[in-house]
């Protein structure tokens, strides 16, 4: 992995394809060979590009030719506003190499300190011979064990955080109801997303002190380092197993944010609802096992009960994500929010 000053962080996706740019920023892994051509493989516009090219060199280079340019390669200033790629550039650059996780291999990052801005140059996974996961095919119970471990070696590492400043627990912008109020909420979760879930429970007013509990009992709790956006579309497969990818929503917090997430994602509902304490049981297993502290026993089943309106909340403000998928993930968390009475658990 190269991070660099030196190099100005593109803007516009025309800029970031330039031979001549690309020859600079490759060229501690081109052994100094020139980029003649690039050709654009794929291109997934979210709230970051993520663009799989490949290239040509002016040699014979054995030099790797694959790549996955993620960063903000678009016009949309307002996106550029938000640190999020920020926030995933630094992950790569600080925490990625000291973790031992299964994530992404990146040649260069950089990352602007000032305006907050940064770009990825990774390896492309799929070339790599990894498999993206999506909500059409949910993980089996070794997939689930394999995943648990490796965020069982994330927060393993929350020893991190004191040097590292820039990973805030962002649960107070969902709080915020001048970004998204109640009746904005309201709406969102009445479009037809929520199926049978009970609406005199799912209800924005109801969310918004919901969360405002959880950001409470967080500031109360030990702080993990949380990967932030567990769901599956966010993980890869590979013949070792699966691993995380999309890193811009890292943050601390309590340890069951991530694992309830992920355990009523990845799952479907009535394997969730089966295999649940099994599976913290193992995920705690794990934990120790990579050397950290397990939480107290007294409060696991409140943390973990807690916890999951913080994915819940997410799903219930997605809206560029296809509508089956929406549906699935609203439902199934809102069934284990059901299941774990996890309002009166918040003391709503």
């Not at 081109?30 to 051509?37: D, M, N, P």
């Not at 770009?119 to 790599?128: R, V």
């Not at 355990?263 to 705690?284: D, G, K």
């Amino acid at each position: 992995m190269t991070s660099r000053q030196s190099i100005d962080i593109p803007e516009l996706l025309e800029q970031a394809l330039d031979p001549q740019w690309l020859t600079q920023a490759l060229t501690d892994v081109s052994q100094g060979a020139t980029v003649t051509a690039v050709n654009v493989v794929a291109i997934d516009d979210r709230v970051a590009s993520n663009v799989r090219i490949s290239v040509d060199y002016d040699d014979a280079s054995d030099a790797p030719r694959q790549f996955c340019l993620k960063g903000m390669l678009g016009e949309d200033e307002n996106l550029r506003k938000y640190p999020v790629q920020y926030k995933e550039a630094m992950f790569y650059r600080e925490i990625a190499p000291h973790i031992g996780m299964r994530v992404p291999q990146c040649p260069l990052i950089l990352i602007d300190d000032e305006s907050h801005q940064a770009l990825i140059i990774m390896e492309d996974l799929i070339a790599s011979g990894a498999t993206f996961n999506t909500g059409h095919k949910l993980f089996n119970i070794d997939d689930i064990l394999i995943s648990l471990d490796q965020l069982a070696r994330l927060h393993a590492a929350s020893d991190r955080l004191a040097d590292n400043p820039w990973i805030v627990p962002g649960t107070d912008l969902m709080t915020d109801t001048t970004m998204r109020p109640a009746s904005w909420l309201d709406e969102k979760m009445a479009d037809g997303r929520g199926g049978e879930l009970p609406r005199d429970v799912f209800y924005g007013d109801h969310l918004v002190k919901g969360m405002q509990a959880l950001v409470d009992r967080c500031s109360r709790s030990p702080q993990t380092l949380l990967h932030g956006d567990t769901h599956i579309a966010n993980t890869y497969t590979t013949a070792e197993g699966p691993g995380f990818a999309d890193w811009q929503l890292i943050k601390r917090g309590l340890w069951a944010m991530d694992i309830g997430y992920h355990i009523n994602t990845v799952l479907p509902t009535a394997v969730a609802a089966a295999e649940e304490q099994a599976l913290i049981s193992h995920y705690l297993d794990c934990l120790e096992r990579h050397g950290g502290k397990r939480p107290d026993p007294e409060t696991i089943a409140d943390d973990y009960a807690c916890s999951l309106i913080y994915g819940f909340y997410l799903w219930a403000i997605t809206q560029f994500v296809e509508r089956p998928i929406i549906h699935q993930n609203y439902q199934s968390l809102g069934n284990a929010l059901l299941r774990h009475d996890s309002f009166a658990r918040l003391g709503l």
